[in-house]
């Protein structure tokens, strides 16, 4: 059989990509991603057999298979110990070699066609050039399609349907108002906040909240996530955030919702970043440029508030912060209700609901579906408790063991908890409600972990003094009502180290006016002596707050100033 020259080629051409992609296959990293955890798991039980270092991973092998983990957070002292480790070769780069040859062969295997397409067509030679400019067009993807893609959607979302956030919608309720009928406030020279920021752990419900706004006040909903913006090309994050804010006030009265806010409005620090800082800057100008009557709403979302850039949280952007912290147990119990609305069970939802200590809205949502699924694998018509203590633990693979507390453990945090309150009660630290997991101290909240207050906010000594007050009083407690201490304490230690050493370095507010570390000690043990004094006097009202604390998982303000009130 007669095979012509240019069948010839084309085969060649195939056997050349067939073999290269072989071997692409071949030299591919088949290793398997670890944890630190693993491999400290590994180590110590000397399951490795041997390692090899490559320029960015370790590479392990292990009973035959192989694992890798970056080298960053290796101590390669403690490996050399266990087992022999060599150099791994870099085969790097024959990918870059092989990538360009496939990109020379594909463009070549195009001009071919090309010209086979001229010599069968040649009527249409004069069109050539078109024919081929088309055709790489089609293999070079759109630089940016963003503002095609910016389409709002009308939020069916309640406030009916979203449980537990009762105080979140009181905040927001003016917002609503605002959106529906924007000519009312104008009229009364009121000004609406510019921007709302939702702060909370991750899985509390702040997408959810963000829409049923949207749904209450009926107005389009632009829903975008912070990183969305963050490009490597220079000018187009600046281009999107333009994009969007233009298309926004087209159908204003509009809500713009930015998820996970902190990847665009990161502070600005000594590490330049220019692409992320132009983007920042459209944002901040786009927010500043609002008139009182544009009708848009901005709601950002973040559980990293201490890394936002101060520009973007100054009055006249932010303007307004709510805090969504995780469910008590009556709030689980109406989110738990709403879960399980349409499907059959047999449950005491508020029993479910004292089992569920720590979950978030979406941690409940998981619960209940793999309580269903796990049902439905043993063949029932219907949901029952066992199935939720079946899949509890599946639920909380991988969370902090703070999640799961015993009825021992839940006693010790309320008793911390309770001399925290009442500790804030007694030295004027603002809050309306607290709960077991803790959170709801509001000037505590705002502050930390990055300890920086707001830009324009005067603070005395005094106040410095009770924040750290504060931040003992549950380490004291522990002390005194079980002799004992806990790891419960040891994030409330460490701010109130933070504070110590900023009240003597950075305020001069010590002995000396240029403090060190000498006397941020003797402030802390002068706090800690007279919260020491504070506790061993009101142990009948913090006993009374800790049973609160165990009945309904909160503990309001109008609760402890009746503790105080009716308990000598």
Same mark, same amino acid.
């Given at each position: ?380 018509? *219907?949901? %029952?408790? =066992?199935?939720? #203590? ?8 991988? $969370? &902090?063991? +703070? ?119 003797? *402030?802390? %043990?002068? =706090?800690?002596? #007279? ?8 142990? $009948? &009202?913090? +006993? ?25």
């Amino acid at each position: 059989m007669h095979i012509s020259k240019k069948n010839k080629i084309l085969i060649l051409i195939s056997a050349i990509l067939i073999s290269i992609i072989l071997i692409f296959v071949f030299l591919r990293d088949r290793s398997e991603l670890i944890d630190y955890s693993t491999y400290q798991t590994l180590l110590k039980n000397d399951l490795i057999d041997s390692a090899a270092l490559g320029e960015k991973f370790i590479y392990i092998t292990s009973s035959n298979h192989q694992y890798k983990i970056p080298k960053d957070v290796v101590d390669l002292s403690n490996l050399y110990k266990k087992v022999p480790v060599r150099v791994k070769e870099d085969f790097s780069y024959l990918y870059d070699m092989f990538l360009l040859v496939v990109a020379a062969l594909f463009f070549g295997y195009l001009i071919f066609l090309t010209r086979k397409k001229e010599q069968t067509f040649p009527r249409y030679a004069s069109h050539s050039g078109t024919i081929v400019k088309h055709q790489i067009n089609i293999a070079q993807p759109e630089i940016d399609n963003f503002a095609s893609n910016i389409k709002p959607m009308i939020s069916d979302v309640r406030f009916k349907d979203v449980a537990g956030i009762d105080e979140v919608k009181e905040e927001l309720q003016e917002i609503i108002e605002f959106l529906k009928n924007p000519k009312k406030f104008i009229d009364f020279g009121v000004r609406m906040p510019k921007g709302v920021l939702l702060v909370g752990p991750p899985g509390v419900g702040k997408t959810m909240i963000a829409k049923a706004v949207a749904g209450e006040a009926n107005v389009p909903f632009f829903y975008q996530s912070g990183s969305a913006f963050v490009q490597i090309y220079v000018g187009m994050g600046a281009k999107r955030v333009r994009e969007l804010f233009a298309k926004a006030k087209q159908m204003a009265p509009s809500i713009i919702f930015i998820d996970e806010i902190d990847a665009v409005g990161k502070a600005r620090g000594a590490v330049r970043n220019d692409e992320r800082e132009a983007t920042l800057n459209q944002l901040l100008t786009e927010m500043d440029g609002f008139e009182d009557s544009s009708g848009v709403i901005v709601i950002g979302a973040t559980n990293k508030i201490e890394m936002l850039d101060e520009a973007l949280l100054r009055p006249g952007r932010f303007d307004r912060r709510v805090f969504v912290s995780l469910p008590n147990a009556k709030e689980r119990a109406k989110i738990l209700e709403i879960y399980l609305n349409k499907i059959p069970h047999f449950v005491d939802i508020e029993k479910l609901s004292k089992m569920c200590v720590g979950f978030s809205g979406a941690a409940l949502a998981s619960l209940v579906n793999e309580a269903a699924l796990n049902a439905l694998r043993k063949g029932k018509k *219907i949901v %029952e408790f =066992e199935d939720f #203590e079946s899949v509890k633990d599946k639920v909380l693979y991988g $969370k &902090r063991k +703070l999640l799961t507390f015993s009825e021992k453990e839940k006693e010790i945090q309320a008793t911390y908890q309770a001399a925290k309150i009442l500790c804030a009660y007694w030295y004027d630290i603002d809050f309306d409600r607290v709960n077991l997991m803790g959170g709801g101290f509001k000037d505590i909240d705002r502050w930390f972990p990055s300890a920086k207050h707001i830009e324009g906010e005067i603070i005395s000594k005094n106040d410095f003094l009770a924040k750290i007050k504060l931040f003992l009083a549950g380490f004291v407690a522990m002390k005194i009502f079980y002799n004992e201490e806990f790891s419960n304490s040891a994030e409330d230690l460490q701010r109130a180290k933070i504070l110590a050493k900023d009240l003597v370095e950075r305020y001069a507010m010590g002995e000396k006016i240029i403090g060190n570390i000498n006397d941020a000690i003797l *402030i802390l %043990e002068k =706090e800690l002596k #007279e919260v020491e004094n504070f506790i061993a006097s009101q142990r $009948k &009202r913090i +006993l009374k707050i800790k049973d609160i604390l165990i009945q309904n998982e909160m503990v309001t303000y109008e609760d402890v100033k009746r503790v105080v009130d009716e308990v000598l």
